[in-house]
C-alpha cells in the first residue's frame, strides 16, 4: 500500500499501524510513503518506521528531485506542487512506477483511525467488490456526502458548490459496478471550506458543529452522472484509477489558489468510474479528524479565487462523453471538454488554462513511466 501524507505530524502513522495489529490485518502489507519538507526531521521519521517495524520511505524535496533523476521524469517534476497538499500527487507516481502495488490509501496526519472500525481491511473488503447499497442522486447533479443526517447538522463539505445546496434527492437500493474506489468519511471536525466555517465556527478553521459516528448510516454511492466531494484524508483506491486522479497543482501557482486539489481530482474520479461503469463507495470506514487550528481567512485566501471556477468546472467535466476505453482515454476526454468549455465570464480563467497544462503533463509522466517498465 502507498500513503500520501501531510508533513506536519508523522506520528499519526503508529494509530493506523496499531489499529491493523489489533485487528489481526497484517502489517507486512502495508508501505508507508510519508511525504514531507526537507526542514523537518527525516531521520525521526525513519526511525519511527523503523520502531514500529513497517516498511515504508520518505520524501523530502530532495529525495523527491532525485527520485525524478532516478525515472526519467525530471521534466515533469513540476506537476507535483511544492509544500502543497497536492503533494500527495508524488505518491501516484511512486505507485505508478511500482505495479506491485495494487492497492493505495491516501491519510491524512490529523486524522486517526476510529476505534470502531477495521479500518485497512474495511476499505480492501470495498476495492474489487459489487456491493448493495444506497445509490444517491439529486436534482442538482450533486450528492452531499453528509446528507445521511443533514436535518441535524445541516452541513456541506468543502468544495461543494453553492449553487448545488437545497438539493432533492432519491435514493435507490442496488448492486453496485466494481468498486475502484473506497472513501471513508470523518467524525470530530468535519471538512468545510472557509465560508461555511466562518458561517458556523470560529476564526482558526475550527467548525462548531462536529461530525458524530451516528451521523453516518450506511455506505452510499453517487448515482451515474452525480458527483460528490472527494477528500483524500481517508481513501482508498485500485492503482489503476490514477490517470483519472491527478491531485491539481494548488498554491505554487501565480493565482494563489489553493484547496481544491482533491475536489477537482474527485470530480474527474467520478466522471472516468462513469465513463467505465465502475463504482466508488463512500462511507467506513471511518476516520477521526483532528484538525489542527489556524487561520480561518488564510483559508479563505487560497479558496476565494477558484470558488466562482469551482461551480462550473464540473460543468466542463460533465461535458466529456459517457464512455472510454481506459482510464488514460478518459482522462483526455475530459481535458478536451475543459478546453472546449467557456470560462471566459469567471474570475481567474487563466488557472483553467494552467490547469489543463498540468493534465496533460500528468498524462505524459506516467506515460514515460510506463515506458520505464
Not at 114 to 137: I, P, Q, T
Not at 287 to 296: F, L, P, Q, V
Not at 329 to 338: F, G, L, Q, T, W
Amino acid at each position: 500500500m502507498c500513503d500520501g501524507t501531510n508533513h506536519q505530524k508523522p506520528y499519526f502513522v503508529k494509530g493506523y499501524v496499531e489499529n491493523a495489529r489489533e485487528n489481526d490485518f497484517d502489517t507486512e502489507r502495508l508501505h508507508f510513503v510519508l511525504i514531507t519538507e526537507d526542514f523537518n526531521d527525516k531521520d525521526s521519521m525513519r526511525e519511527m518506521l523503523d520502531n514500529l517495524n513497517v516498511s515504508g520511505e520518505v520524501f523530502g524535496e530532495s529525495e523527491r528531485h532525485q527520485w525524478y533523476e532516478e525515472n526519467e521524469i525530471s521534466e515533469y517534476s513540476d506537476v507535483v506542487p511544492a509544500a502543497s497538499h497536492a503533494e500527495t500527487s508524488f505518491g501516484l507516481l511512486y505507485m505508478w512506477a511500482h505495479p506491485e502495488f495494487e492497492y493505495g490509501i491516501f491519510l491524512d496526519d490529523d486524522t486517526q483511525p476510529h476505534e470502531d472500525f477495521n479500518f485497512f481491511s474495511r476499505h480492501m473488503s470495498h476495492l474489487d467488490s459489487k456491493k448493495e447499497v444506497e445509490h444517491v442522486s439529486s436534482n442538482k447533479n450533486w450528492v452531499n456526502v453528509m446528507y445521511q443526517n443533514i436535518d441535524r447538522h445541516g452541513l456541506y463539505p468543502r468544495g461543494y458548490p453553492y449553487s448545488a445546496m437545497d438539493e432533492e434527492i432519491s435514493t435507490e437500493k442496488k448492486q453496485t459496478n466494481e468498486i475502484v474506489a473506497s472513501q471513508g468519511l470523518w467524525t470530530n471536525v468535519p471538512d468545510l471550506d472557509a465560508v461555511r466555517i466562518l458561517m458556523d465556527g470560529n476564526l482558526e478553521g475550527q467548525a462548531e458543529t462536529l461530525t458524530k459516528k451516528e451521523d453516518y448510516k450506511r455506505n452510499f454511492t453517487a448515482k451515474t452522472g452525480n458527483y460528490l466531494t472527494v477528500c483524500s484524508m481517508n481513501l482508498a483506491f485500485k492503482r489503476e484509477i490514477i490517470p483519472a486522479f491527478y491531485q491539481f497543482p494548488m498554491d505554487d501557482n501565480e493565482w494563489d489558489i489553493g484547496r481544491f486539489d482533491d475536489i477537482w481530482s474527485g470530480i474527474t474520479l467520478k466522471k472516468a468510474t462513469d465513463m467505465l461503469n465502475k463504482s466508488v463507495i463512500n462511507g467506513f470506514p471511518l476516520c477521526i479528524h483532528n484538525k489542527a487550528k489556524r487561520s480561518t481567512f488564510g483559508d479563505l485566501n487560497n479558496e476565494v479565487p477558484a470558488l466562482e471556477l469551482n461551480e462550473h468546472f464540473w460543468e466542463a467535466i460533465n461535458e466529456a462523453p459517457n464512455h472510454a476505453d481506459g482510464y488514460f482515454d478518459a482522462y483526455r476526454s475530459m481535458i478536451k471538454s475543459v478546453k472546449d468549455y467557456d470560462f471566459s465570464d469567471y474570475a481567474n480563467e487563466g488557472f483553467i488554462d494552467f490547469t489543463v497544462e498540468y493534465m496533460e503533463k500528468w498524462l505524459s509522466a506516467l506515460e514515460k513511466l510506463e515506458d520505464k517498465k
